[in-house]
């Protein structure tokens, strides 16, 4: 089965841009493709407890509707570490869903996959 990788390194500063990774891994699952999307930097920002909920642009759903959405579809998700550490937040303070892994696993997680979309 083929594999899609996609990196968010956007934060809640940048909401516009936090859609994408979702919507795209939503899609890949209807195509019958593994669809992992790994937070870094500020990314982890988007998948702190609460934090989703808050965002809605345009039109479009909550982010949080998107995210369980993607989730659902069977979308993993992955949250950088060291990102964490950098920003000084706990682990606890983290959607359920979300996995806090290091950055072997990222690197795991793109030489396995086809195709390696950053946003």
Do not use: H, W
């Amino acid at each position: 089965m083929a594999r899609i990788l996609y990196i968010q390194t956007s934060g809640t500063d940048t909401p516009e841009r936090l859609y994408a990774p979702f919507v795209l891994a939503m899609t890949a699952r209807t195509m019958d493709m593994d669809a992992d999307i790994y937070f870094m930097i500020k990314g982890v920002t988007v998948v702190k407890k609460g934090a989703a909920e808050k965002i809605q642009v345009g039109n479009f759903p909550k982010l949080s509707e998107m995210r369980d959405q993607a989730i659902a579809a069977g979308a993993k998700i992955y949250i950088c570490e060291q990102s964490t550490q950098l920003l000084g937040m706990e682990r606890g303070d983290f959607i359920e869903e979300g996995k806090v892994v290091g950055a072997i696993t990222l690197n795991d997680l793109a030489v396995d996959a086809e195709a390696v979309i950053t946003f």
